[in-house]
């Protein structure tokens, strides 16, 4: 399907008053606003007409809907609804069913150019329509900053909540193996801005203060978010079998040290990695993930026994880069993989994933209390 180009506020606006914008079944009459009823700032106003009854409603047209925008927009609204009971109502391109969620916690109306939304008045009115696809294009986004490669860089503020400056961001995330630019790093902390997870600053005046803050605000919206997103890595090869000949902290060492030579990557499993971070037993085989299952097996030679009875190692061939983020020296995987992985298991893998999620924001805490200045 072809995606038209995002309108802009003005060409909502145009829609509203040319009657284009359309919500069954309300009836949706575009009027200017009495100046002496409302501040210039309004967009205008819109009369909703239902069976016998109508209601007016203040006009703020968005461009965007993330978060951010429709914050602003939820106050800018309900300052500019005068003194004839106007009430608020936001217009925007599209509306995604969180969006309408949030809208109706806010008691605020709100509709989009794809027949989704929601209109409200108490004690009289109540509508709401989700399920209309997307019909906008969205340029120089990404589309979605918690899936995937880009998604390392939410991650990197569940280990580090804050720093001073895009670069620093991006120095750390590559010192813990991460392998994206610099725009990416920028794109993605400004689409958890939009979501109210990060709040970014200008520094101040000198050089040492210059550059943009980055700080963590809600890191369990964050971790939710990662989540909802999180799918399990595509695995081109398994290769299951048994070490003979050789303990499980040489094998990673072995491993560990061929990865850093050959620049192939390789971390256990978050699933085997549960140890380091919760109580629970696991299966006597520990999985790694790694980009070379051929070489791997190489490296290991005949220590390595291909089978299915009595195993001991699986190793997983898969190129995902965010399953080899911020893993530790001896391979174990990130806090965050960790609960990631769990997340998608049964009950009791859940009820293990609170346990590390207690760790991740224990972590948090901790190094939000270092960088809190001196009295």
Known sequence: MSRETLPTEVDIESRLKRGEVEFPPLKLTWEKARSKETSTEIDG?????????????????????????????FAQARRNIGKENLLPLVVVPYLSERSID?????????????????VTVPGE??????????????????????????????????????????QDALSELVRRGGRVTLPTVS??????????ILERKRGGKTEQD??????????????????????????ATRLTGKLI?????????????WADKTKNQIAITGTSSVGAYAVMAREGV???????????????????QPTDRFATIRLLETRDEEVYFDRRDDL?????????????????DKETADQVKAVIMNGISGAKAKTKPRR
Do not use: H
Not at 57 to 70: I, Y
Not at 106 to 115: F, M
Not at 187 to 196: A, H, P, Q
């Open 187 to 196: 794109k993605v902390c400004k689409g958890m801005e939009n979501d109210l």
């Open 332 to 348: 174990i995987a990130s806090p965050v993989q960790t609960f990631l992985e769990l997340s998608t298991g049964d009950k009791r």
């Open 210 to 235: 210059r550059g943009t803050k980055l700080r963590l605000i809600q890191p369990e919206k964050l971790l939710e978010r990662l989540a909802e997103n999180y799918t399990l890595p595509n695995v």
């Open 45 to 73: 106003a819109v009369r909703v007409t239902w069976q016998k009854k109508t209601f007016r409603f203040a006009v703020e047209c968005k461009r965007l809907s993330n978060p951010k925008t429709l914050r602003e927009a």
């Open 245 to 257: 000949g050789i303990e499980s902290a040489q094998t990673r060492e072995l491993l560990r040290g």
């Open 102 to 118: 949030e809208l109706e916690s806010e008691r605020v109306s709100g509709i989009d150019l794809c027949g989704n939304g929601i």
């Open 125 to 166: 009115l109540f509508v709401r329509r989700t399920g209309a696809i997307n019909r906008f294009q969205t340029e120089g986004v990404i589309k979605n900053v918690y899936r995937n490669s880009s998604s390392v860089v939410a991650r990197l503020f569940l280990a580090q909540p804050e720093f001073d400056s895009v």
């Open 286 to 304: 520990q999985e790694f993930y790694c980009t070379d299952v051929a070489a791997a097996v190489r490296l290991l030679g005949d220590r390595f």
